[in-house]
């Protein structure tokens, strides 16, 4: 199926699917989304909706006990369901360092295949809602709700390790959409603030007690739409 600019919807869309498809059976929290897809998805099938993409760069400072900072980019690709909300899927590379965390070891305790600096890929779902449209600045809210996964070993955090098994990440942000092309109203820079969530489970400390814990971040993240 195509639109009048000769853009392929199919394609797209079974890749939008896998990548959904993938994040959901990660955590049981995406029950509730899963179950909503099948009407989300129906205008995309039927070409009554605009294709969109994303392009993100985000960077936020860890707070809590396990202070960890990270910064990624991202992009998000979906479609515009109508003027105020787009749903899609996104997949990105972040770079995660743990504060005030060395590498060497503690008590004479091995940490296995640990580093305090590791890579990480978070594949999500993205809604966005667009608040007060008129052609000018307005603002948006957008929620990224997925999982996310340690690249290369595990991360090590100032309480213990934090293993690379799935974690569920949710990103939710807020700021000012600013239009950058007056014939099309598609493209904008968004500029705003956001707070980061990670489960860790499976983690454990230095006396190799193992236990769940919550990375929590908070920042800002400025993204490209066309």
């Known amino acids: 199926m195509k639109n009048s600019k000769g ?47 994303f392009v993100e760069a985000t960077g936020t400072v860890g707070v809590g006990s396990n202070r960890v900072n990270f910064f990624g980019v991202s992009t998000s690709q979906g479609f515009q369901y109508a003027s105020w909300f787009f749903m899609g899927a996104g997949i990105g590379v972040d770079v995660a360092n743990a504060s005030g965390v060395d590498n060497e070891p503690l008590f004479g305790v091995g940490r296995p295949n640990a580093s305090s600096t590791r890579a990480m890929i978070p594949l999500f ?28 070993g595990n991360l090590l955090v100032r309480d213990g390790v934090v293993s690379n098994s799935t974690k569920f990440l949710l990103r939710p942000s807020i700021g000012v959409r600013i239009p950058t092309n007056a014939n099309n109203p598609k493209q904008a820079v968004n500029i705003g603030v956001t707070y980061q969530l990670l489960t860790a489970n499976n ?18 993240t400025v993204s490209y739409e066309w």
């Open 203 to 220: 983690s454990w400390d230095y006396w190799n007690n193992y236990y769940d814990t919550t990375l929590s971040s908070f920042g800002a």
């Open 7 to 53: 853009f392929s919807f199919i394609p797209l869309m079974a890749i939008i699917m896998m990548s959904i498809c993938s994040v959901f059976s990660a955590k049981a929290q995406y029950a509730q989304i899963a179950s909503k897809l099948p009407e989300l998805i129906s205008p995309a099938l039927s070409g009554s909706m605009n294709y969109k993409g």
């Open 125 to 152: 779902s993205d809604f966005r809602f667009n608040i007060g449209q008129g052609g000018g600045p307005s603002f948006f809210i957008d929620i990224k709700a997925g999982a996310a996964w340690i690249i290369g």
